[in-house]
């Protein structure tokens, strides 16, 4: 056998060391229950082992030494400094350490309990339903080591992910933590086991997670980013970060913090420092409940933030479930499928490691009644009404009812459709029922379906005639037997005896016409004749014919188009025209426009008359301009009809014509006395169109002079415009001819110029 510090045999077994830290006895027996001998423990070898243990991590021993106010102690701070992730001091543990190093690293082989000073402690106080204590310590030393030991752990099926530590007040009262701001950490969670050999081992996990000191600086909470599942029994969780984030202040009596002779916080170290509890617990609650799947389509949770969690449903056993949810208050809300009843949202509390049971989810079904009467109903007889579910949401639903005083009801049905009929077995020999009817429940509504016992049957027979789908139905003693679209002649073989009103439903423009009362005799037929016609009527009006080439009605629906006949004269007429309302649509010729399309509504048996067909003249205008002094008039001349159109002119001779009938004109302009018009031209007026007439000046006429004269005595001869006194000197030659061509034409005064010692007189 191995010695204790090695022997791997004794690892599961607990063994109490009475003292140990604070023991000034020279040695320490363990008794090893597997093997049932002593082991021998020097107290040297103890302070070794202590040394080796409380140290497991070597840090940076130049760390600082505290903070250098110490008034931010003695108040709350509101200093901001960010975590440093990125830390590690992890070293192994293996299997074979000593038990002491195991106790000090986190395994639980041996459990110390008492002791004083620098010793561990146990504390299993849990304060909270899901919580569960186990033994925990802080040790820091300043600027080397910051960890602390979460021990004694026992198996917990689930998860775990939160771990707090408070410093016993009495016996740490005179030191307190004062770091402010969380910070980083690196778990290990470690636990001894055997193996399928024989042999003991340690199972290792390193998880990161993050510190938070508690506010008065005397306690922890760790929480790992991911959580324990299953903890093992006899394992521990060692939780180490630089010690560089951590600081602590020795205090005064009072609680106020100690300074040095600088006026700075006097920092302190808290080695091995002894918990008053160590509590671990999982921060995240579920929820679960049960369901019928075909009553919900979801169920989610919606925290305060507004934050929706929806839930799985087995959709076979039902079980709702929703884990991994933060502790707090949520908002139930089921969404029901169809035909179910929305249920009033709920408030859920969610607690840390718990599973709120929600119970039965499933909402109400949304539900109505059908009722009715039964006619005829023979004396003595005990009647029953069986409605039985026919689609997917009714279907299983079957209940039969009594029929009393010649009525029944059914309530509390689930929405949907149903066969109502009279169960057959329970009518009377030599008596027939009325067959099965369809009924549909709507929520809190009521369907009703009226019955009828008859003592014989016979034929009804409906001779349809129609060119369009119609509904037929029967009524017979306050019952309405529907036939459904019908477009062909059809019987009913099995017919209860008695009157009966066939009615028809047909759209809207159709007459019925027919025999529709008849009498089914038992065993015999009777024929209803129904003839369904479409209704019609007629129009007519007239228009120019010159001006219209057609007028139609369009069928705004089916764009359908029926053309009005007309005659030379431009009467308008067309009959047989299915009723209904049509949009007038006119055609007109070239040159002219249409007016605007209107609706007329065609009545059965009655003429429409058509009015406002004429369409309007296209119309364009012509302008330019003209000398006034030589132009009279500028006309335009309508080839065809010679009608002459005069075209205003101004002062100044500019031309105007609006409203002009569209077409080919010849322009004529009339010039004035001594001037000859422009040759005659063609212009085309368009629609909505100016046309500038040009080419419209006329040319002056004109004549010649001549003439002789003696040029011994006569220098010129001129003609003089008496108006303008303009002068024409006409030409002499050497003989004394005279010669002037292109002279315009009018009167002007001869001007004879003699020469010296020469008198002109006139004649």
Same mark, same amino acid.
């Given at each position: 056998?191995?010695?204790?510090?090695?022997?791997?045999?004794?690892?599961?077994?607990?063994?109490?060391?009475?003292?140990?830290?604070?023991?000034?006895?020279?040695?320490?027996? #363990?008794?090893?229950?597997?093997?049932?001998?002593?082991?021998?423990?020097?107290?040297? $070898?103890?302070?070794?082992?202590?040394?080796?243990?409380?140290?497991?991590?070597?840090?940076?021993?130049?760390?600082?030494?505290?903070?250098?106010?110490?008034?931010?102690?003695?108040?709350?701070?509101?200093?901001?400094?960010?975590? &440093?992730?990125?830390?590690?001091?992890?070293?192994?543990?293996?299997?074979?350490?000593?038990?002491?190093?195991?106790?000090?690293?986190?395994?639980?082989?041996?459990?110390?309990?008492?002791?004083?000073?620098?010793?561990?402690?146990?504390?299993?106080?849990?304060?909270?339903?899901?919580?569960?204590?186990?033994?925990?310590?802080?040790?820091?030393?300043?600027?080397?080591?910051?960890?602390?030991?979460?021990?004694?752990? &026992?198996?917990?099926?689930?998860?775990?992910? $939160?771990?707090?530590?408070?410093?016993?007040?009495?016996?740490?009262?005179?030191?307190?933590?004062?770091?402010?701001?969380?910070?980083?950490?690196?778990?290990?969670?470690?636990?001894?086991?055997?193996?399928?050999?024989?042999?003991?081992?340690?199972?290792?996990?390193?998880?990161?997670?993050?510190?938070?000191?508690?506010?008065?600086?005397?306690?922890?909470?760790?929480?790992?980013?991911?959580?324990?599942?299953?903890?093992?029994?006899?394992? @521990?969780?060692?939780?180490?970060?630089?010690?560089?984030?951590? @600081?602590?202040?020795?205090?005064?009596?009072?609680?106020?913090?100690?300074?040095?002779?600088?006026?700075?916080?006097?920092?302190?170290?808290?080695?091995?420092?002894?918990?008053?509890?160590?509590?671990?617990?999982? @921060?995240?609650?579920?929820?679960?409940?049960?369901?019928?799947?075909?009553?919900?389509?979801?169920?989610e949770l919606v925290d305060a933030q507004g934050k929706r969690y929806t839930a799985s449903i087995d959709a076979t056993t039902g079980e709702v479930t929703l884990g991994e949810l933060p502790e707090g208050n949520y908002t139930l809300v089921i969404d029901p499928a169809d035909?179910?009843?929305?249920?009033?949202? &709920?408030?859920?509390?969610?607690?840390?490691?718990?599973?709120?049971?929600?119970?039965?989810?499933?909402?109400?079904?949304?539900?109505?009644?059908?009722?009715?009467?039964?006619?005829?109903?023979?004396?003595?007889?005990?009647?029953?009404?069986?409605?039985?579910?026919?689609?997917?949401?009714?279907?299983?639903?079957?209940?039969?009812?009594?029929?009393? +005083?010649?009525?029944?009801?059914?309530?509390?049905?689930?929405?949907?459709?149903?066969?109502?009929?009279? #169960?057959?077995?329970?009518?009377? +020999?030599?008596?027939?029922?009325?067959?099965?009817?369809?009924?549909?429940?709507?929520?809190?509504?009521?369907?009703?379906?009226?019955?009828?016992?008859?003592?014989?049957?016979?034929?009804?027979? #409906?001779?349809?005639?129609?060119?369009?789908?119609? /509904?037929?139905?029967? #009524?017979?003693?306050?019952?309405?037997?529907?036939?459904?679209?019908?477009?062909?002649?059809?019987?009913?073989?099995?017919?209860?005896?008695?009157?009966?009103?066939?009615?028809?439903?047909?759209?809207?423009?159709?007459?019925?016409?027919?025999?529709?009362?008849?009498?089914?005799?038992?065993?015999?037929?009777?024929?209803?004749?129904?003839?369904?016609?479409?209704?019609?009527?007629?129009?007519?009006?007239?228009?120019?014919?010159?001006?219209?080439?057609?007028? =139609?009605?369009?069928?705004?629906?089916?764009?359908?188009?029926?053309?009005?006949?007309?005659?030379?004269?431009?009467?308008?007429?067309?009959?047989?025209?299915?009723?209904?309302?049509?949009?007038?649509?006119?055609?007109?010729?070239?040159?002219? $426009?249409?007016?605007?399309?209107?609706?007329?509504?065609? /009545?059965?048996?009655?003429?429409?008359?058509? =009015?406002?067909?004429?369409?309007?003249?296209?119309?364009?205008?012509?302008?330019?301009?003209?000398?006034?002094?030589?132009?009279?008039?500028?006309?335009?001349?309508?080839? /065809?009809?010679?009608?002459?159109?005069?075209?205003?002119?101004?002062?100044?001779?500019?031309?105007?014509?609006?409203?002009?009938?569209?077409?080919?004109?010849?322009?004529?302009? $009339?010039?004035?006395?001594?001037y000859t018009a422009p040759a005659e031209q063609t212009v085309t007026v368009e629609k909505d169109q100016n046309t500038t007439l040009e080419k419209l000046a006329p040319t002056r006429d004109k004549g010649s002079v001549s003439g002789s004269v003696d040029p011994d005595v006569?220098?010129?001869?001129?003609?003089?415009?008496?108006?303008?006194?303009?002068?024409?000197?006409?030409?002499?030659? =050497?003989?004394?001819?005279?010669?002037?061509?292109?002279?315009?034409?009018?009167?002007?005064?001869?001007?004879?110029?003699?020469?010296?010692?020469?008198?002109?007189?006139?004649?």
């Open positions: 056998m191995k010695r204790v510090f090695g022997v791997e045999a004794c690892l599961k077994t607990p063994v109490q060391i009475g003292n140990l830290f604070n023991s000034l006895v020279p040695e320490v027996r #363990v008794l090893c229950t597997s093997c049932s001998n002593f082991s021998h423990i020097e107290q040297t $070898t103890i302070g070794a082992i202590l040394k080796n243990a409380s140290n497991p991590f070597e840090f940076n021993s130049n760390a600082a030494q505290g903070p250098s106010n110490p008034e931010r102690y003695n108040a709350s701070s509101s200093a901001d400094r960010s975590a &440093r992730r990125g830390f590690s001091g992890k070293r192994t543990a293996v299997a074979g350490m000593t038990a002491v190093s195991l106790a000090l690293s986190g395994l639980t082989v041996p459990s110390v309990v008492g002791g004083g000073g620098s010793g561990f402690a146990e504390a299993q106080t849990a304060n909270a339903a899901n919580e569960m204590p186990v033994t925990a310590s802080v040790n820091y030393d300043k600027g080397d080591a910051f960890y602390s030991v979460f021990s004694d752990l &026992r198996e917990v099926p689930g998860k775990i992910d $939160t771990f707090h530590v408070r410093l016993k007040p009495l016996e740490y009262k005179n030191r307190k933590f004062t770091v402010t701001e969380s910070f980083p950490v690196e778990a290990v969670y470690r636990y001894g086991f055997t193996d399928q050999n024989g042999k003991a081992d340690t199972y290792e996990q390193s998880i990161s997670g993050i510190g938070v000191p508690d506010a008065d600086g005397r306690g922890f909470v760790f929480t790992l980013d991911e959580p324990i599942k299953d903890m093992k029994a006899h394992g @521990s969780v060692r939780f180490a970060a630089d010690p560089n984030r951590i @600081s602590a202040v020795e205090l005064n009596a009072d609680g106020t913090v100690k300074v040095n002779g600088k006026g700075n916080p006097r920092s302190a170290d808290l080695p091995n420092a002894a918990g008053q509890a160590g509590v671990i617990s999982y @921060s995240k609650g579920s929820v679960s409940g049960t369901v019928d799947p075909k009553g919900v389509d979801k169920v035909g179910y009843v929305k249920p009033a949202d &709920r408030t859920v509390p969610v607690k840390a490691g718990e599973d709120t049971r929600l119970g039965d989810l499933t909402p109400q079904r949304e539900t109505g009644s059908i009722g009715g009467s039964v006619s005829n109903v023979p004396s003595g007889a005990n009647l029953q009404v069986r409605v039985t579910g026919k689609d997917d949401t009714t279907r299983g639903v079957s209940e039969v009812v009594d029929v009393v +005083d010649g009525s029944y009801s059914i309530s509390d049905l689930p929405t949907g459709d149903y066969l109502v009929e009279v #169960v057959a077995e329970t009518v009377p +020999d030599g008596y027939s029922v009325s067959g099965g009817q369809s009924a549909t429940v709507t929520h809190n509504g009521t369907d009703t379906k009226n019955f009828e016992i008859s003592s014989g049957r016979g034929k009804l027979t #409906v001779n349809l005639t129609t060119n369009t789908p119609v /509904e037929i139905n029967a #009524v017979h003693d306050g019952v309405t037997y529907a036939f459904g679209p019908r477009e062909n002649s059809f019987t009913w073989n099995a017919a209860p005896i008695g009157d009966y009103t066939v009615g028809v439903d047909a759209p809207e423009g159709y007459t019925v016409e027919g025999d529709t009362s008849v009498n089914v005799p038992e065993d015999g037929e009777a024929i209803a004749n129904v003839k369904v016609t479409r209704d019609k009527g007629s129009v007519s009006g007239s228009v120019d014919p010159d001006v219209v080439s057609k007028v =139609e009605l369009v069928d705004p629906e089916t764009q359908e188009r029926l053309e009005v006949p007309m005659d030379e004269s431009g009467n308008l007429d067309l009959k047989d025209i299915p009723t209904g309302d049509y949009t007038v649509v006119v055609t007109p010729k070239d040159g002219y $426009t249409a007016p605007a399309e209107q609706t007329v509504t065609v /009545e059965k048996d009655q003429n429409t008359t058509l =009015e406002k067909l004429a369409p309007t003249r296209d119309k364009g205008s012509v302008s330019g301009s003209v000398d006034p002094d030589v132009v009279s008039k500028v006309e335009l001349v309508d080839p /065809e009809t010679q009608e002459r159109l005069e075209v205003p002119m101004d002062e100044s001779g500019n031309l105007d014509l609006k409203d002009i009938p569209t077409g080919d004109y010849t322009v004529v302009v $009339t010039p004035k006395d001594g006569v220098s010129k001869v001129e003609l003089v415009d008496p108006e303008t006194q303009e002068r024409l000197e006409v030409p002499m030659d =050497e003989s004394g001819n005279l010669d002037l061509k292109d002279i315009p034409t009018g009167d002007y005064t001869v001007v004879v110029t003699p020469k010296d010692g020469w008198v002109h007189r006139a004649c």
